[in-house]
């Protein structure tokens, strides 16, 4: 196959390229946006793709190594919830990385799977640190399934090889939550991607480290572990019946960028990205590092984040993608330069930045209940001051990163009170059964 193509763009240009007459939805008649139609019969069809849909699905397979691989048009959200609907039945157990993000526990709410946390370290800075294959190596008892993420915000990564192929032996399906990490297959100086490593189901965010509009996403199977027609209904089941074209011939376009430049691309941008840190460090800002770990992300740590984000943005209109009392996390793509790195090292120059005073780290939160039954119970919403030994019903979370501070089922404890008070929180939804 051709990866050069872009079939599902080509053919909503082609229909473009008519002048037609629309007398269909979408009610902009194209006005808003040309490329954004409807599915017709030359655009095919995303729950049952039979033209360049299908063969754009298959190119996309191909460039990354799956059996099958499916557009989606709510993000890896869809995607990691879809794979626990086709993995999962209620009361089965999973386990899961205890600083995944929400997706997962709505994963959890919709299939009724239990969870298992594998509660990795976090660091005195407030970064979740690689999980080892030994920490997951005796918690394999009746365990239906395994999720991990790869890389997390920060780049870190777990021993994914290593844990997929123990996993195998035990006879348990792998899930890897890569919406981080599109990119990592087409760079050999960057982590394992989950495909590479032989998981059976990886969910990617193209909108992310790859190039399409938000929401566009992959999820892609490999293996026999994954019954592809459960995945598919449950695709759908999840998604709007009116898919955006236009976020659809994007990932169309990201999947052909990806493939034909990703790795030049690499090429020129991860040295440039080391010479920045290397920059930055010398400015005596301490700039986080792993062997392994993903090297497009830029994390400056040690500091007062929240400031230096504010200030960044007040005095050089510079928009960090998330920061904390501890760190300031910047996103750097393929699409950047020389000269947008250069302008955020200038900025850095001329900023005064503060060593960080105080560190914040979220207490953890027990489950008492399963979150599903948590989720689904009567609930009331209470002031946090007053819910003391309560059981949380919903899921709360900053954005970014969008790891749940407390899941339905948790019992809020008086830390747990404090901490949510210490961030503006006001009312919760607490269960009354
Ligand atoms: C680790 C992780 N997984 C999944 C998601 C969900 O991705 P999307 O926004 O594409 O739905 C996110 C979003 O930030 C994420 O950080």
Redesign the pocket.
């Given at each position: 196959m051709n990866q050069k193509k872009t079939p599902y763009l080509k053919a909503i240009i082609d229909y473009i390229n008519e002048k037609p007459s629309r007398f269909h939805y979408p009610g902009h008649k194209g006005k808003l946006v040309t490329l954004d139609l409807t599915e017709l019969p030359q655009t095919d069809n995303l729950f049952c793709p039979e033209g360049p849909l299908l063969e754009a699905q298959k190119l996309t397979a191909l460039a990354f190594g799956a059996d099958y691989s499916y557009f989606l048009v709510?993000?890896?959200?869809?995607g990691?919830q879809s794979a626990f609907l086709t993995l999962f039945k209620p009361g089965d157990k999973v386990l899961i990385s205890y600083y995944s993000?929400r997706?997962v526990i709505e994963g959890l709410i919709l299939s009724g799977a239990e969870p298992v946390f594998i509660e990795e370290e976090i660091d005195n800075w407030g970064i979740p640190q690689n999980i080892t294959l030994e920490e997951i190596e005796n918690k394999l008892d009746d365990i239906k399934g395994i999720l991990l993420?790869n890389p997390?915000?920060f780049g870190l990564v777990p021993e994914i090889k290593e844990i997929v192929e123990y996993a195998h032996s035990k006879g348990i399906p792998v899930i890897i939550?890569e919406?981080?990490g599109i990119h990592l297959s087409f760079h050999k100086d960057l982590p394992m991607s989950g495909l590479e490593a032989g998981a059976d189901i990886v969910i990617q965010?193209m909108?992310?480290m790859g190039l399409s509009l938000t929401?566009g996403?992959l999820i892609h199977i490999k293996g026999n572990r994954v019954d592809s027609n459960r995945l598919e209904e449950n695709i759908m089941l999840l998604s709007t019946t009116s898919p955006s074209t236009f976020i659809l011939a994007t990932i169309d376009i990201g999947r052909r960028e990806l493939y034909l430049n990703g790795r030049k691309r690499l090429d020129r941008l991860l040295p440039m990205i080391e010479e920045l840190k290397e920059e930055i460090e010398r400015l005596g800002i301490p700039v986080y590092k792993k062997t392994n770990m993903d090297k497009t992300k830029l994390t400056i740590y040690k500091i007062e984040g929240n400031r230096l984000s504010f200030d960044l943005w007040e005095k050089y209109k510079i928009q960090v993608e998330m920061s904390s009392t501890t760190y300031c996390l910047f996103i750097i793509s393929l699409l950047d330069t020389k000269r947008t790195l250069k302008k955020l090292l200038k900025a850095l120059k001329n900023i005064d930045i503060h060593p960080s005073s105080r560190i914040d780290k979220p207490p953890r939160y027990k489950l008492i209940q399963h979150p599903r039954k948590a989720f689904f119970s009567s609930k009331e919403k209470v002031k946090v001051e007053d819910s003391t030994n309560r059981i949380c019903g919903e899921i709360i979370t900053q954005y970014?990163?969008?790891i749940p501070l407390l899941i339905p089922g948790a019992l809020i404890t008086e830390d747990i009170k404090e901490y949510l008070l210490s961030i503006g929180k006001e009312y919760i939804n607490v269960t009354i059964d």
């Amino acid at each position: 196959m051709n990866q050069k193509k872009t079939p599902y763009l080509k053919a909503i240009i082609d229909y473009i390229n008519e002048k037609p007459s629309r007398f269909h939805y979408p009610g902009h008649k194209g006005k808003l946006v040309t490329l954004d139609l409807t599915e017709l019969p030359q655009t095919d069809n995303l729950f049952c793709p039979e033209g360049p849909l299908l063969e754009a699905q298959k190119l996309t397979a191909l460039a990354f190594g799956a059996d099958y691989s499916y557009f989606l048009v709510n993000g890896s959200t869809q995607g990691i919830q879809s794979a626990f609907l086709t993995l999962f039945k209620p009361g089965d157990k999973v386990l899961i990385s205890y600083y995944s993000h929400r997706s997962v526990i709505e994963g959890l709410i919709l299939s009724g799977a239990e969870p298992v946390f594998i509660e990795e370290e976090i660091d005195n800075w407030g970064i979740p640190q690689n999980i080892t294959l030994e920490e997951i190596e005796n918690k394999l008892d009746d365990i239906k399934g395994i999720l991990l993420t790869n890389p997390n915000y920060f780049g870190l990564v777990p021993e994914i090889k290593e844990i997929v192929e123990y996993a195998h032996s035990k006879g348990i399906p792998v899930i890897i939550d890569e919406a981080h990490g599109i990119h990592l297959s087409f760079h050999k100086d960057l982590p394992m991607s989950g495909l590479e490593a032989g998981a059976d189901i990886v969910i990617q965010s193209m909108h992310k480290m790859g190039l399409s509009l938000t929401q566009g996403a992959l999820i892609h199977i490999k293996g026999n572990r994954v019954d592809s027609n459960r995945l598919e209904e449950n695709i759908m089941l999840l998604s709007t019946t009116s898919p955006s074209t236009f976020i659809l011939a994007t990932i169309d376009i990201g999947r052909r960028e990806l493939y034909l430049n990703g790795r030049k691309r690499l090429d020129r941008l991860l040295p440039m990205i080391e010479e920045l840190k290397e920059e930055i460090e010398r400015l005596g800002i301490p700039v986080y590092k792993k062997t392994n770990m993903d090297k497009t992300k830029l994390t400056i740590y040690k500091i007062e984040g929240n400031r230096l984000s504010f200030d960044l943005w007040e005095k050089y209109k510079i928009q960090v993608e998330m920061s904390s009392t501890t760190y300031c996390l910047f996103i750097i793509s393929l699409l950047d330069t020389k000269r947008t790195l250069k302008k955020l090292l200038k900025a850095l120059k001329n900023i005064d930045i503060h060593p960080s005073s105080r560190i914040d780290k979220p207490p953890r939160y027990k489950l008492i209940q399963h979150p599903r039954k948590a989720f689904f119970s009567s609930k009331e919403k209470v002031k946090v001051e007053d819910s003391t030994n309560r059981i949380c019903g919903e899921i709360i979370t900053q954005y970014p990163p969008g790891i749940p501070l407390l899941i339905p089922g948790a019992l809020i404890t008086e830390d747990i009170k404090e901490y949510l008070l210490s961030i503006g929180k006001e009312y919760i939804n607490v269960t009354i059964d």
